[in-house]
């Protein structure tokens, strides 16, 4: 894995961070954010080697189906747990609806938005 201290993974951690209560990201979002679109498994990674350390909210990280791809027993349950807690619903199949629960940067994009100016700040500040 890339050090904590890379500029991209300390964005992916801010990133992670920043994910509202009740709200979901996928692997593929992180990292498109981030800066790199094609970065899903070096978030994964990520979430594998500084979640505690870090705190983060890992269950809010998703795959880009909405479902969670940890097995049961190796975290999933916890994940599915702790979703549940945050008011999320688990459709048939065990996946969430995106449209409903996916966080809102997407929509910065529709507008024509750059995901790579992002104010990390800005984000930090919402969630206080």
Known sequence: MKSRNDPYISEVIALIRAIPRGRVATYGQIAAL????????????????????????????????????LRPGRGGGEQARRLKAEGLTFEAGGRLDLDAYQWDLWARRRRGKSFLGLDLRELRNRQK
Do not use: F, M, Y
Not at 47 to 54: Q, Y
Not at 57 to 63: E, G, I, L, Y
């Open 34 to 69: 981030a800066g790199d679109p094609r970065g899903a498994r070096q978030v994964v990674r990520t979430l594998h080697a500084c979640s505690e350390k870090e705190g983060l909210p890992w269950h809010r990280v998703v795959n880009a189906r909405g479902g969670i791809s």
